[in-house]
């Protein structure tokens, strides 16, 4: 269940956000859409697995060589 911020969360919510765009505002766009349930980037679930497979299949060569 959700519970609604008091002002002063938002306005902290608010600052940490500006904070976030000034400094990088490559990453800022790319979690903006966080939480809305979208992802703008669908292949970004295959790379992530086949990384994982990646490190997985070299951790169990090393371990059995």
Known sequence: MA???SERERRIL???E???VRDDPR?????SGVGAGKSHHPRGWV???VVVLTVV???L???LA
């Open 18 to 20: 500006d904070a976030l």
């Open 27 to 31: 990453l800022a766009r790319k979690v």
């Open 47 to 49: 790379v992530a697995v």
């Open 57 to 59: 299949l070299l951790v």
């Open 61 to 63: 060569a090393v371990a």
């Open 14 to 16: 608010e600052e940490i």
């Open 3 to 5: 519970m609604a911020l």
